[in-house]
């Protein structure tokens, strides 16, 4: 009886996440302990609109903010499954400009940094698909063009 009671009822006890370690779960505990129930978001290095992305549980929750990925390819899933968040395809850099991007065969590892691009080719089973220039700009100039000055709630950063 308490198996098909828990069978039933199993999806009711799960945590959904979509970081790579639970991290979206306790920065949206965190939020709502403190009365923040629609944070304002910057995910630098976003990566995908879902997988290992630490802002997908938040937008999920009526959440907004800006989604900043270098990668063209991995870019345009955003386009598509992100609308009512700012999606920006360039890089963060000190300085307004552009950049080379490596774009490693495991996007997981696309790098601004040659020393690490580089590194990864010498291990042999990573390689540099392609090198892209990049446009980029300061994260001060995001957030005064596109928050309105507002620094957001939360700011996730995944880059070197």
Do not use: C, W
């Not at 996440?17 to 129930?37: L, N, P």
């Not at 978001?41 to 879902?50: C, T």
């Not at 549980?57 to 700012?86: H, M, Q, T, W």
């Not at 042999?124 to 700009?137: A, H, L, N, P």
């Amino acid at each position: 009886m308490l198996t098909k009671i828990l069978k039933k009822n199993e999806n009711q006890y799960v945590k959904r996440t979509f970081s790579q370690s639970g991290e979206d779960v306790i920065v949206k505990f965190i939020f709502d302990a403190i009365g923040i129930h629609k944070p304002t978001y910057i995910d630098i290095g976003a990566h995908h609109p879902f997988y290992l992305n630490n802002t997908a549980l938040l937008y999920e929750n009526g959440s907004s903010g800006i989604n900043i990925e270098p990668d063209p390819v991995l870019f345009s899933a955003f386009s598509k499954f992100r609308k009512n968040d700012l999606n920006l395809n360039i890089g963060i850099s000190d300085e307004e400009g552009e950049a080379d991007f490596y774009i490693i065969n495991v996007p997981t590892l696309n790098t601004f940094s040659k020393a690490e691009a580089e590194k990864y080719s010498n291990q042999g089973k990573y390689f540099i698909r392609e090198v892209k220039k990049i446009r980029t700009k300061t994260v001060n100039n995001i957030i005064n063009e596109f928050s309105n000055d507002k620094f957001p709630e939360f700011l996730t950063l995944d880059a070197e």
